[in-house]
């Protein structure tokens, strides 16, 4: 009997070591994303792709200033824009999720599984519940979160719980699980549990995080990693278990045009980055270090949705000309109304109409005077304006002042000017078009009460973001992100 607890007590202090030394590293750890353009195994043209990817920018910044729910999740509709990270529960495989960080709370598609009207939808990345998978209670903080704040009594109520233990707050065990959740978003919508299991992101184990599990969804196959800033997010629940993990993050957005070939390669994810504002060099040797300085802008806190990364916005220059921004994206109001949301799950830029105009206004002065107006090919793509391009086309620089000393993020041209062939259906000539990616969100009047604008994933190409959850800011830099992934790992 002595030998056994010895024996026993030795493989403890093994896996503790194991264990600590996972998750206590002061390393970050570095995760691959993959473009949905990279597994799609069709092929589709730049038209489809521009429409499928403007409408459900479209859709998705909609969901946010509807009322009619008390909690949504807009969640990615198609495939075509979106970034996906693997994750595994419990002894369950890998499975493919879209990364958001417009949203706060991990779900998978389960086993056995049903999607309602996911004909034309990608292929479902199922998962199983392990063994080890338990249910979260009814008391517990983060069923409550799940229902948007519905507090434990009313939940354990619902889960049959006995009003003596209610009043005692003895509801904490498997017996009184917590109620399936309501989830709607875009043009679907889920139902689903929630459980807890030991989270697998190599070489990091986290026990006890809690997820969704969905058996029955509508038009969305695909779950969803949520990186807002809620309780259930990815950051927040790896911060109680390993703080330098969970308090800063960054990712790094392969450039791709809607290009497959250029997305073969992985957009580097790195939870734990932490860069100082004073300059930092990145690279392989001290002669091939990359110079790199991050602009940095404060996050603001919003009342009605504590979980979007929101910033102020001071305004837009096209070329000389600077547009001051509207007071709605300077600021968040007590009602959770206006600022400008960093997305990773919707692709692209949404302004307020009047200010949108404004932007639009000044650069087709500067293109629109040289180039034909592609009118025909406006309502096919869903952007605006665009232009037939018989010649060299020269565009005016785009520059983005956010609140702060010195924030100020001057765009690529190909983050927001998408040059394409029209006409290779055969169906019209083919001429080269090119068209400026920033979308009309609508007048300031509907949007009043909810997010003032939305920065999307396409104008995020080519930077590192990072998300410093721990001084309250994100920043940008400069970044060449299809070889980052390679300098990360010789680093």
Known sequence: MKTCCI??????????????????????????????????????????????????????????????QQHQLPLPLSSGSDYLLSLSVGSSSS?????????DLVWFPCRPFTCILCESKPPPSLTSLSSSASTVPCSSPSCSAAHSSLPSSDLCAISNCPLDLIETGECNNSSYPCPPFYYAYGDGSLVARLFSDSLSLPPVSVANFTFGCAHTTLAEPIGVAGFGRGRLSVPAQLASFAPHLGNSFSYCLVSHSFDSERVRRPS?????RFVEEKEKRVGA?????????????ELLDNPKHPYFYSVSLQGISVGKRNIPAPAML??????????????????????????????????????????????????????SPCYYLNQTVRVPALVLHFAGNGSSVTLPRRNYFYEFMDGEDGKEEKRKVGCLMLMNGGDESELRGGTGAILGNYQQQGFEVVYDLLNRRVGFAKRKC???WDTLNQS
């Open 285 to 297: 040797d001290d002669d091939h270090k990359e110079k790199v300085e991050f602009v940095y802008t």
């Open 95 to 103: 499975v493919s999720l879209y990364l958001d960080t417009g949203s």
């Open 482 to 484: 299809a070889s980052y």
């Open 7 to 68: 024996f026993f007590l030795y493989l403890a202090i093994i896996l503790q070591h194991c264990f600590y030394f996972s998750v206590s590293s002061s390393s970050p750890l570095l995760l691959p994303l993959s473009h949905s353009l990279s597994t799609s195994k069709h092929s589709s043209s730049p038209l489809h792709l521009l429409k499928s990817s403007s409408s459900r920018s479209s859709e998705r910044f909609r969901r946010h200033h509807q009322k009619r």
């Open 330 to 383: 300077r600021r968040v109001d007590r009602n959770g109304g206006g600022g400008v949301v960093v997305d990773s799950g919707t692709t692209f830029t949404m302004l307020p109409a009047k200010f949108y105009n404004s932007v639009v206004e000044e650069f087709d002065s500067r293109v629109g005077r040289v180039h034909e107006r592609a009118d025909r090919v406006e309502p096919s793509s869903g952007m």
């Open 268 to 272: 580097p994810l790195i939870l734990g």
